[in-house]
C-alpha cells in the first residue's frame, strides 16, 4: 500500500509539527465518519504512520503515544488499527528484511495496552501471536482452530435429526410463559404442547426439558408447572435423569447452581414425582469427600487450639497468623459448590423435612448445619412447627409476639398444640440443629421458653399416668438441653440474657440432671465439632490472658471480662480459673470479688466445676509426705467458703459430695463443709480462743457474735439462711451429723493404719471440729420443731446409728434445752403465777418431764454395773447441761457493753461522717447495747432456775452403797474425760462442773479424789489426745488448777468454799450411822501439801512426756503446758526442771522437727516471763528446811522420773457388805487435838524429794544416826511380839535398814567418780528417792494382791513418797514406831541413789520380774569394790548399771501410785488411835462410803510424833490401813480368804533372808 497522505515534511519535523498535524487529520477523518463520509479513509493513515515505523524513519514511542491518543477518538478505532496490523503481518511476513519484522513486532508489543488480547488473536497469525507472547504455542493454537471449526461447521445437529423445527419450539415458550392468572389450567396448556409436539415433530424430552426451564424461571407457579409435569410426565426416571444433566453443566469450576433449580428438583421430590436416590447420585460432591473434608476441618481445629495453648514467640504469632488469613483465602477459592447442600436447603424452606432428614444423615453429624444458610432454614422451619403451643404457653406476660406466614405446603410438618405434638418432627429438628441453634436467638429463647412451660405441668400435675407419659418429655427436654441448648450458648457471643433465660428452664431441673448436663458440656461437647473445638481453645486463649492481670487493684475491669467470657463458656473458663486457684491460693480474694457479674446459670456452673475439681482423682489430697492435707485441696476448700457466701449459689451438689466422700470413709473434704459453714454461718472452731472469747462463748448468741469470734459476724443472715434451707430440702442435716460422728472413729481405726500418725490426728481433729461446728449451727439456726422432728432420741443414735455417746449428746443437747423451754412456757402459760418461786417449780416439773424419759433412754446406752455406781439422772444431767446453764458471763456483757458505748461516742465525735449515717450508726450500737442487756438479764433468770433444779436434784445423784473411787472412776471414765475433750467449752464446762458439785455439797462425792485423779492420770490422758484435744484438755486443766489455786491463795476462801464440805472429808462413815465423833475434814495447810503433790505430779507426768522422744506426746504436752502455764509451775524447783527439760527438746528437735522446736521455743520463753511469778517451795507449803543441810533454792530441782506410772494413780478396797458393818462399830472414836509443831515437823519428812545436796559432815552424821538405828532394831527384835506378823514385819525393817545404808554407800561412791555437772543433773532424782527411803524406814504396808509387787516393796523399799501420799500405818508396838520415826527423821537427810542416771535416759524400758531385779540389786550390792574397779574402765558396765537404775526407778513410780484414799485413812485412824486407843479394822475402812485421796502431811508428822506412846500392835501385810489387833475368829476368816497370799508372802520373806 503507496504512502499518499503521510507529507515527508510532517516526517522530518515530527516532533514539532507532524505530530500535530497527524492528529488534527486523524481527527478530521473520524469526524467524516461521523457525518456519513466513507469510514476508510482512516486506515490508510494508519497504515501510513505505521510504515514509516517498520521503515525506520519515526521512533517507536513517538508514534505509539500517538496511537493512543487517537484510539481515544473513536470506540472502533481499536478493531481498524488491528486490521492495519493484520496487513502489515502479511506484508512483513512475507519480506527476507528481519529489521523491518522485528520493528513491526515492536510496534503491535507497544500498542498492547490500548488494543485487547481478543481482537488480536482473531486478526494476527498464529506465529506472530506466539512472538507477541499472547500464546504459548502456535502449533497447539493452530490445531485447537482446526477443532473449534470443525465442531462449528462439519458436525451434525442432534435436534435436527428428527426433522424439528424451531418454530414449535418458538410456539411452545410462549405458550409456557403466558399468564397463568386467568382460567388457563395445566390441562389445557398440556392438550396445547401435545398439539404442538405432534405439529411440529418436537421431541418430548427436549420438550419437558424446556417445560422445567420455564419452571425453573418461574418459581412461583409451583402449582400449575407441578400439575403440568405430573400429567405430562410418564416415566420418572426420565424427569431424574433431565434434572441430572442440569445438575451436571453446573459442576464446572466457578460455575454457581442457581436455585431455582434446587427449587425446582425439591419440589419434585416433595411431590413425589422423582426419587432422591435416583436424583442423589447426580449431585456432588461425593459422601467420601464430604466426611474427608469434615475429618481434615476437625483436624485442622484442634491444631489451631494446640497453637493457641503452646507458648509461642511474637514473631512466630505474626507469621502463623498470616498462614491462616492465606487459608481462609484459599477457602474462599474453592471449587463447586455443594449441590446436596443446596437441594438440602430448597427442601428445608418448602418444608419437606422428611427428605431433607434422609440427606442430612448420610452426612457427619452437624455437618449441614454448620452452614448457616441451612441452619437458618432449619430454624424458620421449627419457628413454624412450635408457633400455636409457643403462643399458648410460652409467652411471658406482656411480651409481643410477631406473626408467622405458615407454609402453603401441605406436606409440611404439622404444627405443636400441644407438649406431646412436640415428640412428633420438633424434638428431632432441633437436635439435628445441634450448636447451629445460636444463629437464631429468637428460636433459642422460645425453646427454653416451652420448656419452663413443660417443668411448671411436670412439677404441678400429680397422676400416675400422667407422669409415665412425661417422663419421656422430659427425657427429650434433657436431651435438647445438652445437644443443643448448652452448645449453642458456648457460639453465641457473649449473650448474656440467653444465659438468664437458660437458667430459668435449668434451675427446675434437680441439681442432679443439671450437673450432668454440665459434665457432657465440659468434657464431651467441645470435641464434637471444629467450632467448638476453636472456641474452646479461644476461650483458655482468653483467660489466660485476664488471670495473668487479675490483681486486687484492677477486679472491676477483670471482673467484666471474666463476666463476658463466661456468659458463653463458663465451664472452660472456671476449670482454667480453678486451676490457677489450687496453684496460687493467693488468687482466691481477687478471684471472688471478681465473679460478681457473672449470671446465675454461670454460678450454677461454677459450683459443678468446684466439686468436678475437687472430687479429681488424678490428685493426691495428701502431700508427699503423707503427713498434711494438699494445699490445693485447701485452696480450694477456701474458696468454696467465700464464694457461697458471697453468691447465691446453690449448695446442695456440694453437701451431697461431702455426704458421699464420708460414706464412703473418706474426710479429707470435710475441710470444705468446715469452711463454708464458718463462712455462710459465721461459726468458727479454733482451740486458739483466748479467755475473753471463751467467755462470751458462755452466753447467748448475741455474746456469742459479738465477742465470741475472731472477726465480728456480720450479714451472715441470708448465708446461713440459704444452708439451713439446703440442708432442709435435701434431708442432709441428720446424715451430715452421723456420718461425721462415725467417721471420728472411722479414721482412726479404717485409715489409721495406712496414714501417718500426724496426718491420722489431723483427719480426727479435723472430723470432730467440722462435727462440732455444724452442730451448733444446726442448733442455733434450725427451729425448734425442725430440730427435734430431725434428731432422734439418745437411744436410737447411740444404739441404732452406733453414734458416739459424746456426739450423741452433743446432738440430743439443743434439743433438750427446746423441750424444756417448750414446756416451762405451757406450764406459764396454763397457770399464770408471777411469783419467782412458782415459776422455779414450773421449770423443774418441765425438766422433770422432758427429762424423765431421757433418764430411761440412757440405761441402755452402759452396762448395767455402771449404774451400780452413777445414777442415770447425774449422768443425764451432766450430758445435757452447758456452761450457758452453769453461769453468766456478766463481764463479757459489761466488756462487749462499753466498747458499744465507745463505738457510740467516737461516731458522736467524728465529723466527717454524715448527719445520717451517724443517726444510723448510733441507733445500730444502741439496739445492739439493748439487746445485750436483755439477753443478760435472761441467762441469769434462766441460770437461776438450772441451780434450784440441780439443788433439788443433788441428793439423788450419787448411791450410797458405791465407793467414793468407784463413783470417781466411772464419773472420770463416762463423763468428764470425754466430754473436756470435745470443745473448748466444754473443757470449761467440766471443770466448773465439778466445782458445781462440790458447792452442791453433792451426798457420796468426793471432791479430793476427783481432783487427785484428775491430776494425777495425766500421762495417758495427753498420750492418747490428738493435737487440738491436747489444746481442749489443757484448758480444762488450766480451769481445773483456778479453782485450786483460789482455794490454795487465800486461806479464808478455803475456809468459805472447802472447810465444810463433804468433797473435803477425810474419814467416811457409812450413812445412817448415828453417834461418834464429826468426821474429819481437811485443814488449810494440808491441803497445801496436797496441791504441791498435785503440782509434782503434773511435773512427772510432763517430764515423762518430754523424754520419752515420742513426737506426739512431746507435742501434746507442750500444748498442755502452755495452756496451763497461767496456774502452773508455781514452785520454784518445779519450774526449773521443766525449762531444763524443754531446753533440752529445743536442742534436739531444732533440726530434726521443726514444729516441735518451735512449741517448745514458744514455751521456753512464756516459761521464762513467768519465773517472777514462781515462789520457793517451804512459801507454796509450810516446809522446814533441815538445820544439818541448807539448800538455795537455786538449787532445787524438780523430778526426773521417767518411768512408767500406774494406770490409775489412786487404788481403793474394797470388801464385803458384813466387813464394813464391823468396821463401822470399830470406828467410832474421838480425835485428840493434835500440836501445831507436831504437823511442822512433819512437813520436813515428806517433803517430795527436794532436799539439799549433802556435805561431808552430813553423811557421817547419818553414818552414826544409822548405827544407832540398827542396835534399837536388834534390841526390838530380841522383845517378844504379840503375834507372828510383828516377827515379820520386825524382819521386813532391819532388811530395809541394810539395803538403805548399802545404797548410800554406793551412792557416795559413786558421787566421787561422777562429774560435777552430771551430779548436778542427778540432783532432782535423788532428791526424789529421798522420800522413798522415808516410807522404806516408815514400813508402811503395801498392798497384798501381787506378791511380786510386795516382794519388789520389799527388796528396793525405795518408793517416791509424794507429799501429799500418806501411807496409812498399820498396827505395830511403841518400840517399832519410836525406832521407824527415828529412822525416817534419818533417812531424811539421805539422798536416794536410785535415781542417779534417770535424767541420761529418755527411753522407758520395759518392765521385769520381781526375781530378776532381786538378784541384780544384790548382786552389785555384794560386789561394790569390783564394779567400782569395773567403771572406772569400762564403759559398758556403767551402762548396765544405768538401766538397772532406770529399771529401779519404775518400780519407785508403780510403788508411789499405791493406794491415796489408805493415806487419808490411815491419817484419819492414826488421829482416832491417839485420842481412844483404839484402831479400826481393814473392812471397815474399804467399804466406807465417804474415801477421800488427801494427803495428809500434818497427820503424817502427828503419827511420826505420837507413835513412841502407843502399844506394840501387830503389823499386817494386807491393804488396810492399820486398825485393831483382831479377834481369834476375825483372824481366822481373813487367813482363810487371803491363805495363799500369804503364803506367798512368807516364802518369799524366808528367801529374801537367805539372800541376805
Known amino acids: ?119 488480536l488473536k482473531e486478526r494476527l497469525d498464529p506465529e506472530t501471536l506466539e512472538s507477541l507472547g499472547l500464546i504459548k504455542q502456535a502449533h497447539q493454537f493452530n490445531q485447537k482452530i482446526v477443532k473449534i471449526k470443525t465442531k462449528l461447521f462439519y458436525k451434525q445437529q442432534k435436534f435436527n435429526l428428527l426433522r424439528e423445527e424451531n418454530e414449535g419450539y418458538a410456539k411452545l415458550v410462549s405458550e409456557l410463559g403466558q399468564d397463568l392468572s386467568g382460567n388457563v389450567t395445566s390441562h389445557t396448556v398440556l392438550e396445547s404442547i401435545k398439539s404442538l409436539i405432534g405439529c411440529f415433530n418436537l421431541d418430548p424430552n427436549r420438550v419437558l426439558n424446556i417445560i422445567l426451564e420455564v419452571y425453573e424461571s418461574r418459581a412461583d407457579q409451583d402449582e400449575f408447572f407441578l400439575s403440568l409435569i405430573k400429567s405430562y410426565m410418564c416415566e420418572p426416571l426420565t424427569l431424574c435423569h433431565i434434572l441430572g444433566f442440569k445438575f451436571k453443566f453446573y459442576q464446572e469450576p466457578n460455575e454457581e447452581t442457581p436455585k431455582s433449580l434446587y427449587h425446582i428438583a425439591a419440589a419434585l421430590l416433595h411431590h413425589h414425582l422423582i426419587e432422591l436416590e435416583d436424583l442423589y447420585i447426580h449431585l456432588l460432591p461425593q459422601d467420601a469427600a464430604i466426611v474427608e473434608e469434615h475429618k481434615n476441618d476437625i483436624s485442622e481445629a484442634k491444631q489451631i487450639a494446640r497453637k493457641l495453648v503452646m507458648v509461642v514467640l511474637p514473631s512466630e504469632k505474626t507469621e502463623d497468623k498470616d498462614k491462616d488469613k492465606e487459608r481462609e483465602e484459599d477457602k474462599n477459592d474453592k471449587g463447586p459448590d455443594n449441590q446436596k447442600l443446596g437441594l438440602l436447603e430448597a427442601l428445608l424452606r418448602i418444608g419437606d423435612w422428611h427428605h431433607a432428614q434422609s440427606i442430612m444423615d448420610q452426612m457427619p453429624p452437624f455437618y449441614a448445619t454448620s452452614h448457616k444458610a441451612i441452619a437458618l432454614a432449619l430454624c424458620q422451619l421449627v419457628h413454624l412447627t412450635v408457633e400455636p403451643l409457643y403462643r399458648r404457653a410460652g409467652v411471658p406476660k406482656g411480651a409481643r409476639v410477631g406473626k408467622l406466614h405458615p407454609l402453603r405446603n401441605k406436606g409440611a410438618p404439622q404444627p405443636a398444640e400441644n407438649f406431646e405434638d412436640l415428640r412428633r418432627d420438633t424434638f428431632s429438628m432441633i437436635c439435628y440443629l445441634g450448636p447451629h441453634l445460636s444463629h437464631d436467638p429468637i428460636l433459642f429463647a422460645k425453646i427454653v421458653r416451652l420448656g419452663k412451660a413443660f417443668m411448671k405441668e411436670y412439677q404441678t400435675e400429680g397422676s400416675a399416668g400422667f407422669k409415665d407419659r412425661v417422663d419421656t418429655l422430659l427425657s427429650c427436654f434433657l436431651s435438647i438441653a445438652d445437644q443443643v441448648l448448652l452448645p449453642s450458648l458456648s457460639l453465641m457471643e457473649c449473650n448474656a440474657c440467653m444465659s438468664e433465660e437458660l437458667w430459668g428452664l435449668f434451675k427446675l431441673f434437680p441439681y442432679k440432671h443439671r450437673y450432668r448436663l454440665y459434665g457432657q458440656w465440659k468434657n464431651e461437647t467441645y470435641t464434637s465439632h471444629p467450632l467448638l473445638v476453636k472456641v474452646k481453645a479461644q476461650t483458655v486463649e482468653r483467660a489466660r490472658y485476664i488471670m495473668k492481670r487479675l490483681t486486687k487493684e484492677n477486679v472491676k475491669q477483670s471482673g467484666r471480662q471474666i463476666g463476658k467470657l463466661s456468659h458463653s463458656n463458663p465451664t472452660i473458663l472456671f476449670d482454667y480459673m480453678l486451676s490457677q486457684i489450687q496453684w496460687y491460693d493467693n488468687l482466691i480474694v481477687p478471684v471472688v470479688d471478681s465473679l460478681k457479674y457473672l449470671t446465675s446459670l454461670n454460678y450454677d456452673v461454677l459450683a459443678y466445676c468446684i466439686i468436678e475439681a475437687l472430687a479429681n482423682p488424678e490428685k493426691e489430697k495428701m502431700k508427699h509426705d503423707d503427713t498434711t492435707i494438699s494445699s490445693w485441696l485447701q485452696s480450694l476448700a477456701s474458696l468454696c467458703g467465700a464464694v457461697f457466701r458471697k453468691y447465691p449459689i446453690e449448695l446442695a451438689g456440694l453437701l451431697q459430695y461431702v455426704t458421699n466422700q464420708l460414706k464412703a470413709g473418706k474426710s479429707f473434704d470435710l475441710l470444705i463443709l468446715k469452711e463454708v459453714v464458718q463462712k455462710m454461718a459465721g461459726i468458727e472452731i479454733t482451740d486458739e480462743m483466748t479467755s475473753e472469747q471463751l467467755e462470751a462463748m458462755t452466753g447467748g448468741e448475741q455474746l456469742k457474735a459479738e465477742g465470741g469470734y475472731f472477726g465480728q459476724i456480720r450479714n451472715t443472715k441470708k448465708s446461713s439462711q440459704r444452708l439451713k434451707e439446703a440442708l432442709l430440702d435435701h434431708e442432709l442435716a441428720l446424715p451430715l451429723c452421723l456420718l461425721m460422728a462415725q467417721q471420728r472413729n472411722g479414721v482412726v481405726f479404717s485409715e489409721g493404719g495406712e496414714k501417718h500418725l500426724k496426718l491420722v490426728g489431723h483427719l480426727y481433729d479435723q472430723c470432730h471440729d467440722t462435727l462440732v461446728q455444724f452442730g451448733g449451727f444446726l442448733a442455733s439456726n434450725l427451729s425448734t420443731e425442725d430440730y427435734i422432728k430431725r434428731v432422734p432420741s439418745i437411744d436410737i443414735l447411740c444404739n441404732q446409728f452406733h453414734t458416739p455417746h459424746d456426739a450423741a449428746f452433743f446432738l440430743s443437747r439443743p434439743m433438750y434445752a427446746h423441750q424444756i423451754l417448750s414446756k416451762y412456757d405451757e406450764l406459764k402459760k396454763a397457770e399464770k403465777g408471777n411469783r419467782q418461786q412458782q415459776k422455779v417449780h414450773k421449770y423443774v416439773a418441765a425438766c422433770d418431764q422432758v427429762m424423765t424419759p431421757v433418764h430411761e433412754a440412757v440405761v441402755s446406752l452402759h452396762p448395767a454395773r455402771v449404774w451400780d455406781d452413777l445414777r442415770p439422772q447425774f449422768y443425764a444431767t451432766f450430758w445435757s447441761l452447758t456452761m450457758y446453764d452453769l453461769a453468766v458471763p456478766h463481764t463479757a456483757y459489761e466488756r462487749e457493753v462499753n466498747k458499744l458505748k465507745v463505738q457510740i461516742k467516737a461516731i458522736e465525735d467524728n465529723p466527717e461522717i454524715p448527719i445520717n449515717k451517724k443517726k444510723k450508726e448510733k441507733e445500730r450500737c444502741t439496739a445492739l447495747q439493748e439487746k445485750l442487756q436483755e439477753e443478760e438479764k435472761k441467762q441469769l433468770e434462766h441460770v437461776q432456775r438450772v441451780l434450784h433444779r440441780l439443788k433439788l436434784e443433788k441428793d439423788n445423784w450419787l448411791l450410797t452403797k458405791s465407793t467414793k473411787n468407784e463413783t470417781i472412776t466411772k464419773f472420770l471414765q463416762l463423763c468428764l474425760f470425754p466430754r473436756c475433750i470435745f470443745s473448748s467449752i466444754d473443757a470449761v464446762y467440766c471443770a466448773r462442773f465439778v466445782e458445781l458439785v462440790h458447792q452442791q455439797k453433792t451426798p457420796n462425792f468426793c471432791t479430793l479424789l476427783c481432783y487427785d485423779r484428775v491430776f494425777s492420770a495425766t500421762i495417758y490422758t495427753v498420750a492418747s489426745c490428738t493435737e487440738n484435744e491436747s489444746h481442749r484438755y489443757g484448758r480444762f486443766l488450766c480451769c481445773m488448777l483456778e479453782t485450786v489455786t483460789r482455794w490454795h491463795s487465800d486461806r479464808a476462801t478455803y475456809e468459805k468454799e472447802c472447810a465444810n464440805y463433804p468433797g473435803f472429808l477425810t474419814i467416811f462413815r457409812a450413812t445412817g450411822f448415828d453417834g461418834g465423833n464429826k468426821a474429819d475434814q481437811l485443814d488449810y495447810e494440808n491441803f497445801r501439801h496436797v496441791v504441791h503433790k498435785w503440782h509434782y505430779m503434773l511435773t512427772k507426768a510432763s517430764v515423762h512426756c518430754l523424754e520419752t522422744g515420742d513426737y506426739t506426746h512431746i507435742r501434746n504436752i507442750l500444748i498442755v503446758l502452755i495452756k496451763i502455764l497461767p496456774c502452773y509451775p508455781k514452785v520454784l524447783n518445779l519450774g526449773q526442771a521443766l525449762e531444763c527439760r524443754v531446753h533440752k527438746i529445743c536442742l534436739e528437735e531444732k533440726d530434726k522437727r521443726p514444729d516441735l522446736y518451735a512449741l517448745a521455743m514458744g514455751y521456753s520463753g512464756r516459761l521464762k516471763s513467768q519465773k517472777v511469778h514462781m515462789v520457793p517451795e517451804n512459801e507454796f507449803h509450810h516446809k522446814e528446811q533441815p538445820t544439818r543441810s541448807a539448800t538455795p533454792a537455786s538449787q532445787q530441782n524438780g523430778p526426773g522420773s521417767t518411768g512408767k506410772p500406774s494406770t490409775s494413780m489412786i487404788k481403793i478396797e474394797e470388801g464385803t457388805p458384813e466387813d464394813s458393818e464391823k468396821g463401822k462399830d470399830k470406828s467410832q472414836g474421838t480425835t485428840k487435838p493434835v500440836n501445831k509443831a507436831n504437823s511442822a515437823a512433819a512437813k520436813v519428812t515428806t517433803s517430795n524429794g527436794n532436799g539439799a545436796l549433802n556435805s561431808t559432815k552430813a553423811v557421817k552424821e547419818r553414818d552414826d544416826k544409822e548405827k544407832m538405828g540398827k542396835e534399837k532394831k536388834e534390841k526390838k527384835e530380841k522383845t517378844p511380839g504379840s503375834t507372828p506378823e510383828t516377827k515379820v514385819e520386825n524382819r521386813r525393817e532391819k532388811q530395809k535398814d541394810e539395803r538403805a545404808g548399802k545404797e548410800e554407800r554406793v551412792v557416795r561412791e559413786g558421787k566421787e567418780k561422777t562429774p560435777k555437772a552430771d551430779r548436778e543433773k542427778v540432783k532432782p532424782d535423788e532428791k526424789i528417792s529421798k522420800d522413798d527411803k522415808t516410807k522404806a524406814g516408815n514400813g508402811e504396808p503395801i498392798e497384798p494382791r501381787d506378791a511380786v509387787k510386795e516382794s519388789k516393796s520389799k527388796e528396793k523399799g525405795d518408793r517416791i513418797a509424794v507429799s501429799a501420799s500418806l501411807k496409812s500405818p498399820g498396827p505395830r508396838s511403841d518400840s517399832a514406831e519410836s525406832d521407824r520415826d527415828h529412822k525416817r527423821r534419818k533417812l531424811d537427810s539421805h539422798s536416794s541413789p536410785s535415781h542417779s542416771s534417770s535424767l541420761k535416759d529418755n527411753s522407758v524400758e520395759p518392765k521385769e520380774s520381781a526375781p530378776k531385779h532381786h538378784i541384780s540389786y544384790n548382786s552389785v550390792s555384794r560386789s561394790k569394790s569390783r564394779e567400782r574397779e569395773a567403771e572406772k574402765k569400762d564403759s559398758e558396765i556403767i551402762q548396765g548399771r544405768s538401766k538397772e537404775k532406770k529399771e529401779e526407778k519404775d518400780r519407785k513410780e ?78 481366822e476368816k481373813k487367813e482363810k480368804r487371803d491363805s495363799s497370799g500369804g503364803k506367798e508372802e512368807k516364802k518369799h520373806h524366808k528367801s529374801s533372808d537367805k539372800h541376805r
Open 1454 to 1531: 508403780r510403788k508411789r501410785d499405791h493406794d491415796f484414799e489408805n493415806s487419808i485413812f490411815g491419817l484419819a485412824m492414826k488421829r482416832q488411835k491417839d485420842e481412844n486407843g483404839t484402831n479400826l479394822s481393814k473392812n471397815s475402812l474399804s467399804t466406807s462410803p465417804c474415801d477421800s485421796p488427801v494427803l495428809g502431811e500434818k497427820e503424817k508428822s502427828k503419827k511420826s510424833k505420837s507413835s513412841s506412846k502407843e502399844k506394840t500392835e501387830s503389823v499386817k501385810p494386807e491393804r488396810s490401813s492399820g486398825g485393831k489387833k483382831e479377834s481369834r475368829h476375825d483372824k
Open 1 to 119: 500500500m503507496a504512502t499518499l497522505i503521510l507529507s515527508a515534511e510532517w516526517i522530518k519535523n515530527w516532533e514539532k509539527s507532524g505530530k500535530h498535524e497527524f492528529f488534527q487529520l486523524c481527527k478530521k477523518l473520524t469526524d467524516k465518519k461521523v457525518h456519513g463520509t466513507e469510514d476508510g479513509d482512516i486506515q490508510p493513515a494508519l497504515y501510513d504512520l505505521c510504515s514509516q515505523v517498520i521503515q525506520g524513519n519515526l521512533k517507536l514511542d513517538l508514534v505509539t503515544n500517538v496511537l493512543g491518543d487517537v484510539m481515544e477518538l473513536r470506540e472502533d478505532l481499536p478493531s481498524v488499527l488491528a486490521d492495519v496490523f493484520s496487513i502489515l503481518d502479511l506484508e512483513t511476513g512475507a519480506l527476507e528484511d528481519k529489521h523491518k519484522r522485528d520493528h513491526y513486532i515492536q510496534l503491535v508489543g507497544t500498542c498492547l495496552f490500548f488494543l485487547s488480547e481478543t481482537i
